[in-house]
């Protein structure tokens, strides 16, 4: 008898210990680079698209690597919410149908696209390989620093530099989408994409203009 209870006691715990090892958990903790310094965002969840969604792998697993150089706590909680919100809007189809389909001047294009049609410029954001760092990690690296200047400038970078400036004259008062807008205009920068300096008719239509207003636009939708 003692020996059958002895048994069934050691099956039992071979039984408790398979179970906990085997398989993934739901609750695994969230990778340092999904939010970097970002370290007091609440949700770093993506929405699943629709089972007829199109949407890539590289999509649905961006990732941000993004470093607060002189953020104040306030700054960088809503900083976080910004940063979020970038990868919650590159999952979408939305995302994915609004960069393929940008058209300007009679075509499929953008302005200053470095020769490249949309589809190569949709695949570039997604390999996320910068200027400086041309590395295809599928993750937006980068720095931000805070000035403030009474200006019209909202933010600026430029390509001997890792990190964007960003104004707290306009960020303290921009919704999370404008400022994740700003973010992803900066970062595409550092892609290597361009505009025209002086406010001409084509700029809105260059890669960074275009493609951070759709980050801003489609991102109200997750308010």
């Known amino acids: 008898m ?12 071979l039984s408790v210990s398979c179970n906990k090892s085997g398989g993934s958990s739901s609750d695994e903790s969230i990778p340092s680079s ?4 970002a370290n007091s965002a609440d949700d770093t969840t993506t929405v699943p698209p629709p089972a ?7 999509a649905l697993s961006f990732q941000t690597n993004v470093n607060y150089m002189n ?21 979408t189809e939305k995302f994915r149908t609004s960069v393929l389909n940008h058209f300007w001047n009679g075509a499929k294009q953008y302005a200053n696209n470095r020769g490249l049609s949309n589809a190569q410029i949709y695949q570039s954001v997604l390999d996320a390989a910068e200027s400086l760092k041309p590395i295809k990690n599928n993750t937006m690296d980068l ?18 530099i890792t990190y964007i400036n960003v104004n707290t004259k306009f960020f303290n008062t921009f919704a999370t989408n404008s400022v994740s807008g700003n973010l992803f205009h900066e970062w595409l920068h550092k892609l290597g994409y361009g505009h ?25 939708s997750f308010l």
């Open 52 to 58: 007829s969604s199109t949407v890539p792998a590289l």
């Open 71 to 91: 953020l104040t706590a306030t700054e960088e909680e809503k900083y976080n919410k910004a940063v979020v919100m970038v990868k919650k809007v590159v999952a």
């Open 143 to 160: 720095g931000v620093k805070m000035y403030y200047q009474a200006s019209s400038i909202v933010g600026y970078t430029n390509g001997s």
């Open 34 to 37: 999904d939010t970097a310094t």
């Open 2 to 13: 003692k020996k059958l209870m002895t048994v069934m006691l050691l099956m039992s715990l």
């Open 196 to 220: 025209d300096s002086a406010a001409t008719a084509q700029r809105p239509y260059s890669v960074p203009y275009a493609v951070g207003y759709m980050i801003r636009d489609i991102g109200k």
